[in-house]
């Protein structure tokens, strides 16, 4: 009889994964879809209003979760979170955006995007991959990056800048931590639908530049990247580093 290959496991049970921006969007779906694959999931963000009635609807639902509330631009609060716990996956998905032409963005918009999109997850990845060498254990570390990691887009060249920015140092990070096992990787979604798209999706000329660019002809949901990020956390990438994954509904195909 042949000698079947075992598909590799989803299973998170026994998993502690930190997940930021857990209080709202695509932070959230991710925090259900590890909780949801058994994971100890751990919520930051900084609002704690938000982020606690997302917990408890969690807990509610039957899952393992708790609140961590954290300000990614306090690098000193963040080491201590994650000294302090010794997590197996940390899913990174606090962002912001400030949105305008270049010739228009202030030193104060440009500071403030590359804060939380590009410092804070620098120093979070080592702190996190530091906490991960200590312990002794492998790890997975994956960004919600997006696809304006991988091109351009409208009055989006201070956002791009961090993104891209996040897509090489991913590639970098992987180089250095391959042989602890530690994997680092970005999810990269076209625009979904949260808070954080609101604006966007309300002035017409925009959703017709989003509507001609997505092939699958629809906006992102949530939902949509709630399967990639068991898929990174898990044992199912076990060889999958320093790279991204695209749920763009084919916008960056051409
Ligand atoms: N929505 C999209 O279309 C889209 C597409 C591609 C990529 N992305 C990326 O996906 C990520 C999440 O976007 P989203 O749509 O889910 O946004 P969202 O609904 O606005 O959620 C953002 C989350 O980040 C937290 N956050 C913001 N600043 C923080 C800080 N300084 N420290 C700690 N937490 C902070 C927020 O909570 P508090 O404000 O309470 O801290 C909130 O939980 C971002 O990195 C974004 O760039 C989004």
């Known amino acids: 009889?042949?000698?079947?290959?075992?598909?590799?496991?989803?299973d998170l049970s026994g998993k502690k994964v930190l997940v930021t921006g857990a209080s709202s969007g695509i932070g959230l779906g991710c925090a259900v879809a590890v909780a949801e694959a058994g994971a100890q999931t751990y919520c930051a963000a900084r609002g704690l209003d938000r982020l606690t009635q997302a917990v408890e609807a969690m807990q509610a639902a039957g899952y393992s979760a708790e609140t961590l509330p954290m300000?990614?631009?306090d690098i000193e609060a963040m080491s201590k979170a994650l000294a302090e716990h010794a997590f197996d996956v940390v899913v990174n998905s606090a962002g912001i955006a400030r949105h305008s032409a270049a010739i228009e963005t202030t030193p104060e918009d440009y500071d403030a995007v590359m804060h939380i999109n590009l410092r804070s997850a620098y120093f979070l990845s080592a702190q996190a991959a530091k906490a991960m060498i200590d312990a002794g254990k492998p790890g997975s570390i994956i960004h919600i990056s997006s696809q304006m990691g991988h091109t351009g887009g409208i009055d989006r060249a201070l956002y791009c800048?961090?993104?891209?920015g996040l897509e090489g140092m991913i590639k970098s990070m992987a180089m250095e931590w391959g042989k602890q096992r530690i994997r680092i990787n970005s999810i990269c979604p076209t625009f979904i639908r949260t808070p954080f798209t609101e604006a966007t999706f309300s002035d017409p000329?925009?959703?017709?530049?989003?509507?001609?660019?997505i092939k699958l002809d629809r906006v992102g949901e949530v939902e949509d990247i709630m399967g990639a990020v068991q898929y990174l956390a898990s044992d199912a990438s076990a060889m999958v580093t320093g790279t991204s994954l695209l749920i763009?509904?084919?916008w960056t195909a051409g």
């Open 248 to 250: 763009d509904g084919g």
């Open 1 to 10: 009889m042949t000698n079947l290959p075992k598909t590799p496991s989803f």
């Open 161 to 164: 800048a961090g993104k891209h």
């Open 205 to 213: 000329e925009r959703l017709a530049w989003i509507m001609q660019k």
């Open 71 to 73: 300000d990614q631009s």
